[in-house]
């Protein structure tokens, strides 16, 4: 492993880039993007405050209408949409780092009110999601079960997912990610409960597993390998997606990518009974980001010992813009407040100061 024995803050070479520190901001989903999925100016501010990580993900965007699942989610399917990213991308390379878009199709975790003309959210099958999400009227509504996507329509949206990558590339960035977890449309194909197809995209891993490989070799045809990446996080279970066997999904799944030389393989770990950190290491010989739940020490432990080539934070960077810095000098951590997580507007989303401006 050419990334392994070094701290989190040694550089280290991700697919085409070398990141200067191994601190990866991990995507979130913030909402401040317009009811157009066009993100607002502060979301340019809020990146480029945090861009002392070596890598930035941003949060989960859309390939197309259909692929929209939240209140104020940004899209990239649009001129305006595409305008508004390259200052984005801008920002952070003028502050000095990198940015990955990352790629989300919610699939079936959607609602009419928040696709063109009420339509049906798509899925591999009419398999209802249990629980209620955020509509435009900022009420949550129930999820309605969703329309089966047609065998002929699949190719239209692994298609959406290679514009939404050539759409990112124009707009400045320097990769992008295939959001494959958290129970959205990737993860509805590979998930034995949510696909009950009995064409070639269902029944056993290797069909289930076709419609994500797919989606990621149509980015790599317009990327290159060397700027793809993908985060999966088995068994969290998000959204109602549940496996028959996920160490077989898995292992299967990440063998095939391990053949794609991809620029990385992003694993969201939450405390599973299989390590997935451990066990999926030896089947990829990629860069391995490794997210959920780290502090500095866990952080350092992944990296020593080779599981990880670099560290990926979320939750901690909301409140914590220069949260390398901090971790760098064992300053303390201040804690976000969660009621402003989604909602519009710079409160709790660009004023959280830097240490050195307390
Ligand atoms: C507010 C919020 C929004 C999130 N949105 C996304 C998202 O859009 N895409 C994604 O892959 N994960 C998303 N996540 C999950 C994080 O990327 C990460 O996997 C998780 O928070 C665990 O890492 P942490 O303990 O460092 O926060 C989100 C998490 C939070 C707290």
Redesign the pocket.
Known sequence: MQNSIANLFAPVRVGRHTLKNRIVM?????SRADHDGVPTPIVAEHYAQRARAGLI?T??VYPSPVGKGYVRTPGIHSQAQVDAWRQVADAIHRAGSLIFM?I?HTGRVSHPSLLPGEALPVAPSAVRAEGRIWTNDDTQKVMVQPRALALEEIPQIIAEYRDATEKALAAGFDGVEL?G??GYLPEQFLSSATNRRSDAYGGDIRNRARFVLEVIEAMVQVAGNDRVGI?I?PELGLNGVSDDSPWETYSCLVRKLDELNLAYLHI?Y?GAKTDYRKQLRPLFRGPILI????KKSSAESLIQDGTADAA?????F?ANPDLPDRLQKGLPLSVPDKST??TPGPKGYTDYPAASDH
């Open positions: 991990g995507p979130m989903t913030r993900i949060e989960g990352q989300m959001h977890a958290s985060k996080a969201g939450f997210g959920g739940g780290l990926v934070f979320a939750l901690p909301i997580f989604y």
